[in-house]
C-alpha cells in the first residue's frame, strides 16, 4: 500500500505507459498485417494473445535488455529477422483475399507476433526499464496496462487495412525501415555509424525499399502462379 501512496510511483507509472503508447505504433502495424493472415473469427484471438504474450516476454526482456545490447552482431541477426518477418508479411497478402486468410494459422500468426515484437522491443525495453527506476511491480503494472493501447491500435489497423489496402504496403515498409534501423545500431557498427550518421538512415530506407521490392515481386509471381494453375 505504501507503495501505491508514493508519488514517485504514481509518476514513474504514467511515464512508462505514455513511453508505451509512443513506442508501440509499430508493434501494432506488426501485430495487425499478422493477425489479417487468419480467419476473420479467430483475428481476435490472434490480437489478443499475440499482443498479451509479447508483454510478458518484454517483460522478462527488460532484464536482460541492456546486457543482450553490448553483444556484437546481435542487432544485425534482429535486423535481418525483421526483413524476413516484413517480406513474409507483405508477400502472403493478396488485397484481403478470402484464400489466403482462410490459410493462415492462428499459432503462425502469434508466433510471427511474438519474433517481431522481441526485436522490435530491444530499444523500447530499455527505455521502460529507466522509467521504472529498478521498481519490478512498476514495470509489470506499466506494461500490462498497454496491452489494452497494443490491441486497440491493432485492431484499429487491420480495419483500416481491409479498407485501404495500401496501409498493407506501407505497414510492410515500415517494418523494414524499423528492421535497417536495428541492423545499423549493431554495437560492431558503431564506430562506423559514429563518423558516418547518414548511414543510419540510408540503411533505414534500404530496408523498406527492400521489403516492397522483394515483396511485390513474390505477390506478382503467386498471382502469376495462381492464374497458370487455373
Known sequence: MELLQSADFWINLIK?????????????VVIALA???????QQKKAVLFGAGAAVVLRVLLTVVAVQLLKLPYLQIVGGLLLLWIGLQLLGDDEHGDDAVKASGSLMTAIRTI?????????DNVIAVAAAAQGSTALLIIGLAISIP????????MIKLMERFPIIVTLGAALIGW????TLASDVALKGLMEHNHWLHYAAAACGAALVIGIGRTMQKRKAAQSLAST
Open 114 to 122: 511474438l519474433i517481431a515484437d522481441i526485436v522490435m522491443s530491444l
Open 149 to 156: 493501447l497494443v490491441v486497440f491500435g491493432s485492431t484499429l
Open 178 to 181: 524499423v528492421g535497417g534501423e
Open 35 to 41: 493477425a489479417r493472415a487468419v480467419p476473420v473469427e
Open 16 to 28: 512508462i505507459i505514455w513511453i508505451n503508447i509512443i513506442l508501440s505504433g509499430d508493434n501494432a
